[in-house]
């Protein structure tokens, strides 16, 4: 795990906060742009203290201290339920890199609409048994993402039959794991996944995906 530190916060009568991430999967300008928010937050009067939950991205957050004073912020696991955190940034900065190449991928505008982890999301109860799914995200106010992710199967009648309400974070790490990147898009948004492709629609004008996109080059697609 590497290190890096805010360095103005104590300018502002504010503990600095030690940030540690893994190298190998995120990237250095992710780290920095998470800095310096956080110290244009406190340099803007935000206080922040041991206990307080801080969103960055979808992932909810726990800001910590350690025996030095510095603050840290501790993140879901990604595993486990109820969710047990982990000392690091790693999968807050993964995800928000993912969801902001997802925009990129559709030549979207980057201002994404990010949900919580702990909003729920309505599904089928055959989600997650093939690998085709299909995604809405409907205006909502929370407790509720907006969000509704039903299988691909169309002898399977959604209209008729119940759906469930799970938290995104349940849905995400025993579910259906393939939704994670596309969670940020806007309200209006309908991406179907099946058969070695990705449909979407936003405000019902479909959107291509870009040739050289991330989605291509991490091979999303291969994995279905």
């Known amino acids: 795990m590497k290190e890096e530190r805010t360095t103005t916060c104590s300018e502002h009568n504010h503990p600095e906060f030690a940030l540690s991430f893994d190298e190998e999967l995120v990237l250095e300008e992710d780290v920095a742009w998470l800095l310096s928010s956080l110290q244009d937050l406190v340099a803007g009067g935000q206080t922040f203290t041991p206990g307080d939950s801080f969103q960055i991205g979808w992932l909810p957050t726990l800001i910590q201290e350690r025996d030095d004073g ?44 990010y949900p919580s982890a702990r909003q729920s999301v309505l599904i089928c ?36 039959e119940p759906l469930k309400a799970v ?10 794991a393939k939704s994670l990147p596309f969670l940020a898009l806007p309200e209006e948004s309908q991406v179907l996944i099946e058969d070695q492709s990705i449909c979407l629609n ?10 050289d996109s991330f989605l291509k080059s991490v091979g999303y697609l291969d994995s279905m």
């Open 70 to 113: 510095l603050l840290t912020i501790h993140e879901p696991d990604m595993k486990s339920i109820p969710v047990a955190h982990l000392p690091t940034v790693t999968f807050a900065l993964l995800h928000i890199r993912w969801q902001k190449e997802v925009a990129d991928s559709f030549d979207l505008d980057p201002d994404l609409q």
């Open 167 to 176: 938290s995104l974070y349940e849905l995400v790490i025993g579910i259906n």
């Open 125 to 160: 109860d055959r989600l997650g048994q093939q690998p085709g799914f299909a995604m809405h995200r409907r205006a909502a106010l929370p407790p509720n993402s907006g969000w509704i992710i039903c299988c691909s199967d169309d002898t399977h009648d959604h209209k008729t």
């Open 202 to 211: 936003v405000e019902g004008l479909s959107q291509s995906l870009q040739k």
